[in-house]
Every structure is written in C-alpha cells, then in structure tokens.
C-alpha cells in the first residue's frame, strides 16, 4: 500500500485526507493486511459458497401502514443540519 | 445504610420493601458520578431524572413494581433513547438526539428503570481501550493509568465504580466481555439475534449485539430476559428456545456436564499470571463435578483474520450513512460531494476513518474474492468447528482477554496489537453463539489487582447453560 492507493480508496469512500495521515495508514493499513494474509493458508473447499449458513436468509415483511403520515416528519427533519419548508437542504448538484 | 456493590436482585429487595426509595437510590448514584467525574465514564446523566423516579416510586407504591423497576442503569451511547441525545461517542453525532427508542429500551421501559444517563465508548463501538470516543478517554476504575477496555468501556466502568447498578453494552467483537473482564463485572455478549439491534447504532451488522453488563450472572440472566425476543424491526432476530411453541430441545434442556478446553490455540502470546488464573478457574469447576476435556479446534486461530476482513467491510458500508446530510454536523465544502468530504474526513475519528478505509480495499473490485469471500469461505469453517465441538461438550471455556487492563496509551500506535485484545471473543461473534465473561480473579501490577475474566461459551439460545455455570462458579 502506499500513500496514492490509500487516497484513491479514501475517495472512493468520500473521506478527505491529508498527505501525512495517508502516508501513516499506508503503513498501518499495510501491517492490517500482513496480518490477514493468514486467511491464505485456511483451508476451504473450492466449491463451498459464501454464504451457507442456515441462519442466514431473506425475511419479507408485510407491507402495510407502520404510522400515519407526517407523524414523525418534524422530529426527523429537525435533526438535519440543513433544512427549509419541511424538506432536508442540500446544495445544488447540476450547474446550468 | 450502606449501599457499596449493589445488585439488582439487592437493590430491588431494598425499594420493594420500603428501606429505600427510588430517589434516595439514584442520589446515592448521582453523588458517586459527580465523585468520580475525572473517570469520564458518564458523556451526560439524564435531564428527565425526577419524572423517571416519581413514575418508577409509583409502580412500587402500588405493587406493580418488577425486579429492576427503579434500578438506575447506564446506557451505552450508541443505543437510542427517544429524543436523548445519543452521539456513538462520535463527534459528527455530537448534538444529534435520538427521534425513536431502541427495542430494548422500549422493553426495558416497560418495567420503569432509571435510563440514569449515557456512557462513554470508542467512537462508533470501533475499538477495545475507550481510548477512540470523540469525548476523551474513560479510565479503569481500579488503576487510573490504565483503559477501562472497550468498546463498552464506560458500560463496564460504570458497574465496576457503583456509577449505576447495571449497564448495556453492544458485542460485535468482544465489545462486552473484554471490558467487562478489564473491570471485574460480568458480561454477556447473547446470541446474534436473540436480542434486537433496532435503534443500536450499526457497526458490523452481522455481529453486532446488544447485551447487560452486571455485577454478577444472577443480573445477567435478568436483564437478558428482559431484553430479549423476536423483533418485527430487526429481521434478524429469532425466537428464543423457551418462546418456541412445543417442547424445549433437548440440547438446551441439558444440564452442563463437560466443558471443552482448546488448548492449542492458547499456547501463545497470553499473559501467564492470565493463563495461571483460568487454569485455577478451571480447577475448581473439576473439583465440582464438572467435567474438563481438552478440544481441537484448529481452525479457531483464523478468527481474527476472518474478523478484520467482514467487521471492516461491513463498517464501510454502515458508515456511509454520515455524510452530514440527514442527521448530525456537516462542515460545509464548495459543493455537495465537497460537504461530504469535509464532514467525513473532519468529525470521524482516526480508527473509524481507517476501518472504512480497509473496508472499502477489501471490497474493492479485484481484492473481494481473495478477502471478502474468503473470510466468508472461513467465518463457515469456524462455525461448523463450534457445531462439531458442541456435539462433544455442552460449553467451551477460554480466558476473555490474553491480557490484564493496559496502559492507556500502550497500544494506539500499533493497530494490530491492539486488534489482539480481541483473539478469544471474536469467534463467537463470528460463529453466533453466546458467551459470558465472568471475574475469576486478580493479576497484580504496580501494586493493584486487576481483574481477569473466566469467558464461557455455549451452543446458539443456550444462555441459560452460561447461567447455571456461572452461578455455580461465583458460589464455589
């Protein structure tokens, strides 16, 4: 890993960095990884899917009417940092 | 009156039989917080206090009063007590309040508790020692120089210092038992899905749960009872055995008999003092009648390595949700994705920042397949490694953490020593089966005691095996 890598994840997972802090998770990131690289000597059989385990499957849910509309709109909209006329505030994405 | 270690089962004997009142109780508290303030266990005691008391000294008064009803208990800050602030210990949270109740507050409300106030954490439940809370780090109550452990550390603190009478705490790791055992209290981390995680702040969603810290396994049993059961708001929950329609199954119905040892996989890097006191643990569980049999477990050592793949990668996708848009503090940038920048990179902290940043590499295209399916691919192993070895014991005993409380300060410029603290709990996250950490003795460092932690683990729904041995072991 080195400083490059680390910033082009950290854009990707919309993180601002600085030169010197990724430069210092190159370094941690790398001693993470070493240490996972463990996982290469497990043995699994080429075959066996991700996911097998039992416990582990979709629940549907019925739709239907949880609460009525607008009950909880204010408390909600209220902890935005942004807001105006009871919808959430964010600034303009396209330009002309 | 002398009201030092007090239990629910203890605490609720007083208030029910009118040698205490509820208010006298929470005040007894309220002075030991202030007292001990410089721990920085407490991020805010409630400011609804007075109302919680009347209602709770009302239900008593009228005999309608349970076994925690006026029992003050402190709130890990990552659970959400309607319109309480609750901030994950995160600073992008800081003034954010909560707009519904977590499931286990609404049952735990039921029985009119003191919600006494929130608790310190590592931000986001990321880490062992505390020492990641956006809010500074909580101390050991036992050796002030020392990490109360983590990530529930203020939870385990609290109990320890007589700050509340029991706290909740969440486990996606060992977020439960590691401090609980740095601290001297009991811990259970329940069974993934047993208890639901609606209105917990998400971390690794396929670990993550909530769960009581105590004063001992009596309490546990109490607090889990209450918080637990199917959830039409988590969909992850199951029923709980004794809830099931029919007959219980018999492997639940089993008293303990033998408990599983694996030994290879403690052969390295624990503390002796540590080992010496789980051996002496053990001993005494032989000399009563249980039965110590050494397993195979061969595949226990990947646990780690399988944890710091999914736990990440599932961090970096539940952390995409602060981006200073819904909820919590935005720094603003020059456009939309600039003000997602900014309030990322600026209020998340050092460890949550590095976590996202391993997830996203591990599910980044072309490295998925080598980590991210083959932790998968693993995690399955270790699974099917406890199913096997619960077909030959009814529990499987280790020592909670490799080590005694550390130095704050010790490990937070080396990562993957700290991730270590983490080698004995992180399997039964990854495998989904219950576990409690309970006091089974002290080191001695420096001229102070420090508590180690007996840590025992049973097949999925069969918390009731960790009670019975855990009451038995604190009485023997």
């Known amino acids: 890993m080195n400083k490059e890598e680390i910033k082009k994840i ?32 497990a043995k699994v059989s080429e075959d066996s ?17 949880p609460h009525s509309k607008g009950e909880n709109t204010k408390a909600l909209i209220d902890e935005a940092p942004d807001s105006q006329d009871h919808l959430i505030k964010v600034k303009k994405i396209l330009n002309n | 009156m002398d009201l030092s270690n007090l239990t629910i089962k203890k605490a609720s004997e007083l208030l029910r039989s009118k040698k205490l009142t509820v208010k006298e109780l929470v005040h007894f508290y309220l002075e030991r917080i202030e007292e001990k303030k410089d721990l920085n266990i407490f991020l805010e005691t409630y400011p609804d206090l007075e ?26 800050d ?24 977590a499931t286990v507050i609404s049952k735990l409300r039921e029985h009119s508790p003191i919600f006494i106030g929130r608790v310190n954490m590592d931000e986001f439940a990321m880490g062992g020692s505390t020492e990641n809370s956006g809010f500074g780090v909580t101390k050991n109550p036992i050796d002030k120089t020392r990490v109360p452990g983590g990530s529930s550390g203020g939870s385990a603190a609290s109990v320890a ?16 038992r590691q401090p609980a055992s740095f601290c001297g209290v009991t811990g259970l981390k329940p069974t993934y899905g047993s208890v639901s995680r609606h209105g917990l702040m998400a971390m690794a969603s396929s670990l993550d749960v909530i769960g009581p810290i105590t004063k001992n396994t009596e309490d546990a049993e109490i607090v889990f009872n209450i918080i637990k059961g199917k959830d039409i708001k ?64 061969p595949d226990l050592k990947y646990s780690l390595p399988v944890y710091y793949v999914i736990m990440p990668a599932e961090v970096s996708s539940n952390m995409a949700r602060y981006d200073g848009v819904k909820y919590g503090k935005k720094i603003e940038g020059d456009d939309l994705i600039g003000d997602y920048f900014k309030t990322r990179g600026g209020l998340l902290g050092s460890e949550v920042r590095r976590r996202i940043i391993l997830g996203t590499y ?5 490295y998925s397949d080598q980590y991210y399916n083959k932790a998968w691919q693993v995690r399955n192993l270790i ?45 039964a996250n990854l495998a989904g089966v219950p576990a409690i950490s309970i006091p089974d003795g002290t080191v001695s460092r420096e001229e102070k005691d420090l508590p180690t932690g007996l840590q025992l683990i049973a097949p999925q729904l069969c918390e009731n095996k960790l009670f019975e041995v855990g009451k038995n072991f604190e009485i023997i």
Do not use: H
Not at chain 1, 21 to 33: M, N, Q, V
Not at chain 2, 263 to 284: A, C, I, Y
């Open chain 1, 49 to 65: 899917s991700r996911i097998e385990n039992a416990n582990v499957r979709n629940v549907m849910i019925e739709d239907g009417e």
């Open chain 2, 78 to 101: 990552n659970i959400l007590i309607k319109s309480k602030k609750a901030s994950g210990a995160s600073k992008i949270l800081e003034d954010y309040k909560a707009t519904y109740d």
């Open chain 2, 362 to 366: 591990v599910l980044s295209a072309g």
């Open chain 2, 234 to 297: 988590d969909s992850t929950t199951i029923e709980s055995e004794d809830s099931k329609e029919g007959s219980v199954p018999e492997i639940s119905n089993k008293t303990v008999k033998k408990i599983g040892v694996p030994r290879d996989f403690m052969k390295e890097g624990v503390d002796p003092e540590v080992l010496e006191n789980f051996e002496k643990s053990l001993k005494k569980l032989s000399e009563n009648g249980y039965e110590i049999v050494d397993i195979e477990m």
């Open chain 2, 161 to 176: 210092a007589d700050l509340a009478v029991f706290a909740l705490g969440s486990d996606t790791g060992g977020s439960i």
């Open chain 2, 383 to 427: 699974t099917q490694e406890f199913e096997n070895a619960f077909k030959e014991v009814d529990l499987i005993a280790m020592p909670t953490s490799p080590t005694p409380a550390f130095k704050i300060g010790e490990k937070t410029e080396d990562p993957v020593s700290m991730y270590l603290a983490d080698i004995f709990t992180v399997s």
């Open chain 1, 10 to 41: 950290a854009d990707l997972a919309r993180l601002e960095i600085s030169d010197e802090e990724s430069g210092k998770f190159a370094t941690e990131i790398d001693s993470i990884l070493s240490y996972i690289d463990q996982l290469k000597e």
């Open chain 2, 51 to 76: 109302e919680q008391i009347v209602l709770a000294q009302e239900k008593i008064d009228n005999g309608n009063a349970t076994e925690i009803t006026g029992i003050p208990i402190a709130v890990k």
